[in-house]
């Protein structure tokens, strides 16, 4: 059985316009999804997701997802689930030449579905993580983020950049820049996100901005001037003394940089009244900067604020269901000890199969 986990993250600024060949800077923090594997003596995949509504659910299928089992919780929930695991399980037989591996599998993850933080990518890259060493190969993170961005580019129909998975799989701050990725060194940056309770589909947000580039040449030059913003802000990292607490002088300038990207993305149609009202809170309560994170439409802000006095503004306003400081996650894609929790794990897997009776799991 083996073990890995991999860190959501926030963007510093770049999201969306990454996905037209702008850089962008994700930075992945301390909120990690966990994939356990076992493999199994057929070629069945049973797949047990216990965050991904309150009940979590659980399914068995055989050889491919073509065929969908009869599962008595939200379907399109499922589907989409199914579909990421699907492609890291695609990934990992690909990567370890074994195409008919079956697997046993349980997601467990700290990182809110759908919210901006890269709960997709990260369970994408523990995924392929597990599922390879389980076989007994063991990728370079590089690798693994290379296969989990084909993976995610496949189940969001195009609408995906190398940015989370990257990040995900690197960990600390990266840059990304269509199929440049490299990892950067920043001082560690004070971090507090906001989360309104919701989600937005990263599929169909990406496509609405494809739309209004396409209609529109001044949202096109919007989509640039996002990467201008994230190429000033790459010159201030770059001038700053990572080992050292980030200067006031550049938080004051990286958060006006937030706080303009902010502005762009709203005007691309990718924030919302919750993400806008917990921006405004965080600038309020002293924030040096503030600005939506990942994909939008609801879930999470992101501010720049070492005092706590954003957590705590953001606590008291309405919209806003949880704030917490997100600490830079320096480790990307690690192996955890599959034994630490496997006992509760194992009862888990052996508990309430979804199967159709016919014997092929599907
Ligand atoms: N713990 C989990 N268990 C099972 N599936 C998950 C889990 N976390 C995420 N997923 C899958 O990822 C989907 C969310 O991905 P999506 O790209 O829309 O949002 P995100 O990655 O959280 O945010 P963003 O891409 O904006 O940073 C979920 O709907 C689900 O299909
Ligand atoms: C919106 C987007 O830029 C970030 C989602 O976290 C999409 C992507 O880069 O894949
Ligand atoms: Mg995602």
């Known amino acids: 059985m083996t073990l890995s986990s991999a860190p959501g993250k926030v ?36 797949v047990r997701a216990t965050d991904l509504s309150l009940d979590g659910f659980t399914v068995e299928y055989h050889g491919s997802t073509d065929e969908r089992p009869d599962v008595d919780v939200d379907r399109s929930l499922v589907d ?38 890269g709960s997709s990518a990260a369970v994408v890259v523990a995924g392929i993580d597990a599922a390879t060493r389980e076989l007994g190969h063991e990728l370079p993170p590089e690798e ?22 990257f990040c995900s799989a690197m960990g600390g701050a990266v840059r990304v820049e269509g199929d440049d990725c490299r990892a950067i060194d920043t001082p560690a940056l004070p971090f507090v996100v906001g989360f309104d309770g919701g989600a937005g589909d990263t599929g169909e947000l990406v496509a609405g901005v ?18 201008d913003i994230v190429r000033r802000g790459e010159e201030l990292l770059t001038e700053s003394d990572p080992s050292a607490q980030p200067s006031e002088e550049l938080l004051t300038e990286l958060g006006r940089l937030m706080d303009f990207d902010h502005g762009l993305l709203e005007a691309l149609g990718v924030s919302s009244r919750s993400l806008d009202a ?13 600005k939506l994170t990942g994909a939008g439409g609801g879930g999470c802000i992101v501010a720049l604020d070492p005092t706590p ?27 955890e000890d599959a034994d630490d929790g496997g006992g509760e794990e194992d009862a888990a897997i052996d508990g309430d199969v979804i199967d159709d009776g016919d014997g092929d799991g599907v």
Do not use: N
């Open 144 to 165: 693994v983020a290379d296969r989990a961005f084909r993976a995610e580019y496949e189940v969001q129909d195009g609408q995906a950049s190398r940015a989370d998975t």
């Open 278 to 290: 917990m921006v405004w809170a965080a600038r309020d309560a002293g924030a040096y900067g503030a």
């Open 80 to 117: 989409a689930a199914m579909g990421y695991v699907d492609a890291a399980v695609d990934q990992a037989r690909d990567a370890a030449d074994a195409p008919d591996a079956g697997f046993d599998i349980v997601v467990e993850s700290d990182i809110p579905l759908g919210a901006g933080l």
């Open 309 to 335: 006095e954003t957590r705590t503004a953001l606590r008291f306003t309405p919209g806003c269901e949880d704030a917490f400081r997100a600490e830079l996650a320096r480790e990307g894609v690690r192996a």
């Open 210 to 227: 494809r739309r209004l580039k396409e209609e529109y040449d001044f949202a096109a030059d919007t989509v640039e001037s996002i990467g």
């Open 11 to 46: 963007y510093l600024f770049g999201e969306h316009a990454v996905v037209y060949g702008e850089p962008a800077v994700p930075c992945a923090i301390e909120r990690r999804a966990r994939v356990r594997v076992e493999a199994r003596d057929d070629d069945h995949v049973r």
